[in-house]
């Protein structure tokens, strides 16, 4: 079985970082997804591609991942740069447009 170790991105519509420190592993599906013919809706036969087991760190993830004897690829994703702002940024002088 392969699975996919990552870090989430935090939502769009969000601005804080909250769900985004831990880290994922999610199995990777081992067969595709067909339409069923009756309603028409998405499915697959396999079920591991619904769990996602959390780590608190990237290492604790890997090591479960090889104790288990996964293979594993890891996601890194973009170290995030948080600018802090404040109200009264929006009102000084010199402020680029």
């Known amino acids: 079985m392969t699975a996919r170790i990552f870090q989430p991105s935090r939502a769009t519509t969000q601005s804080a970082l ?17 339409p069923e013919s009756l ?17 608190p760190t990237r290492e604790e993830a890997v090591a479960y991942a090889e104790r288990n004897g996964l293979t594993y690829c890891i996601s ?20 680029p447009n």
């Open 76 to 95: 890194d994703t973009a170290i995030r740069r948080v600018r802090p702002k404040s109200y009264t940024d929006r009102f000084r002088l010199g402020r």
């Open 39 to 55: 309603m028409g809706w998405t499915s697959s036969a396999d079920t591991m591609n619904q769990i996602r087991v959390r780590f």
């Open 18 to 34: 909250g769900k985004t420190r831990e880290w994922i592993l999610e199995y990777e599906p081992v067969t595709p997804r067909q």
